[in-house]
């Protein structure tokens, strides 16, 4: 009797490891999820060709984990909810770690993070109080960290006007429509850089509130993908320290983007 319950208790344990096998996500193939409407961390080129820093570092880190990557691009405010629904594995993003995105998703360690910023007209008289902005028309992207900074620390006092892609409220800032624009300090930096941007100007302290800018930009996956999330932890370290993440740092950046 002895000896039929070990067989048994070893057939059974052979079995559940058969089935937990089976049931393993082989991960040689990883879609991800893209914006493409993020310049210059995401963008369409002039040949409908997705571009950009995230672009980069989605290629090379998939390259460093030996799988086949492809790039799925969905607006931002699907963007959680197509993962959800396993339309891609993981979002490359610009996608800030905060509480509330935890809720739903899992994230990886940073790759990246910086603080944000307001953008005013050239020579306004406003400062970043709410009594300086009240009845100002501010311009953010819709479901964005600033979008809920905003929402949260001056919606009573301003009039929040929420846009699809930041690129349409660049358009709207550099036409007028807009007396403000909150956002990421790198794609403000870029606007203002670019000849619809001369308008413009920033102002006030940088805003890096951990309250709502969270802990750095990082990759989303599905809670219980853990080894798609350690795949990913192993690589972002692996091209930090081989060097390809500064090559593509600098393609884009005077500065260290990855933050303290």
């Not at 993962?83 to 990886?108: G, W």
């Amino acid at each position: 009797m002895r000896v039929n319950r070990i067989a048994r208790f070893v057939a059974a344990a052979a079995f559940a490891g058969f089935v937990a096998q089976a049931g393993a996500k082989d991960w040689e193939q990883v879609r991800v999820g893209v914006e493409g409407a993020f310049p210059p961390f995401s963008y369409v080129d002039s040949d409908g060709e997705l571009q950009g820093f995230d672009i980069d570092i989605a290629h090379a880190l998939c390259k460093e984990m030996e799988v086949e990557c492809s790039l799925v691009q969905q607006s931002w405010s699907g963007i959680i909810p197509g993962l959800l629904v396993r339309k891609y594995d993981a979002i490359i993003a610009s996608m800030s770690i905060t509480e509330e995105r935890k809720k739903k998703v899992a994230f990886t360690d940073k790759y990246y993070q910086t603080p944000a910023k307001w953008v005013r007209h050239e020579g306004a008289d406003v400062t970043a109080t709410a009594e300086s902005l009240a009845g100002k028309t501010v311009g953010v992207q819709r479901a964005s960290i600033g979008d809920r900074y905003v929402t949260d620390n001056y919606g009573d006092a301003v009039n929040v006007r929420r846009y699809t892609s930041q690129e349409d409220a660049f358009l709207d800032m550099s036409t007028g429509r807009l007396d403000l624009l909150f956002a990421d300090m790198v794609p403000l930096q870029d606007f203002l850089d670019s000849k619809a941007g001369q308008c413009c100007e920033f102002f006030g302290p940088d805003v890096t509130d951990e309250r709502w800018l969270g802990e750095g930009i990082g990759i989303a996956v599905r809670k219980g993908d853990d080894e798609l999330r350690r795949m990913f932890n192993d690589a972002i370290a692996g091209i930090r320290a081989d060097g390809t993440y500064e090559r593509i740092q600098n393609e884009y950046f005077e500065f260290d983007v990855y933050g303290d």
